[in-house]
């Protein structure tokens, strides 16, 4: 099992996030579309890219491992490309 580098909050995403339409091709046929929906109203801090991000995008990370009870954990790998 991967450790995690980091443990990141999930919060009510403000106004100006918005995932990325890649993110949401990528997840459309693992989750619902009720569970997407409100994965898009949902935002996390990104230690890695050290902003503000949309979950959507933050579950098609490759440094994403899981999410527990409003937790994300994060490998904290920097990101290739």
Do not use: H, T, W
């Amino acid at each position: 099992m991967a450790d995690e580098k980091y443990l990141v909050d999930v919060i009510k995403a403000p106004e100006g996030v918005k995932a990325s339409s890649e993110a949401l091709s990528s997840l459309r046929g693992v989750v619902s579309r009720k569970m997407l929906s409100s994965m898009q109203k949902e935002a996390v801090n990104c230690p890695v890219m050290g902003r503000m991000v949309a979950f959507p995008d933050c579950m098609a990370c490759p440094n994403f491992i899981r999410r527990i009870k409003g937790k994300v954990y994060c490998k904290g790998e920097p990101l290739k490309g």
